[in-house]
């Protein structure tokens, strides 16, 4: 399974920021798997931002849960992040993920 993130690099602050998940070599409807996003800042950990399961359910980390949406199109095999409210902190490289399988990562810098 693959997978590869795409979105603008460049987001001003109180915007939202949409990212999208293309998956290749595997169905996210596939029983039981579950498609994450997954955030670092500069100098920082990795950050579980939220996951959408098989079956459209979703699951987000309470930090981030009032700004984050994680949706689905099935038609295209992908899933796509939208966080609002963006703030200079949210500057990160933007990740996606599946078990091990990582997207190669997408930077993100939040200024004006």
């Known amino acids: 399974v693959q997978l590869q993130e795409s979105g603008p690099g460049l987001v001003k602050p109180s915007q939202t920021l949409s990212l999208t998940c293309t998956v290749s070599g595997g169905s996210i409807t596939t029983s039981y798997y579950a498609w994450s996003w997954i955030r670092q800042p500069p100098g920082k950990g990795l950050e579980w931002m939220g996951v959408i399961a098989y079956d459209g359910s979703t699951y987000y980390s309470p930090s981030l849960k009032s700004r984050t949406s994680i949706s689905r199109d099935t038609s295209k095999n992908q899933f796509s992040l939208q966080m609002n409210s963006l703030k200079p902190e949210d500057t990160a490289v933007y990740y996606c993920?599946?078990?091990?399988?990582w997207g190669q990562g997408t930077q993100v810098t939040v200024s004006s």
């Open positions: 993920k599946w078990n091990s399988n």
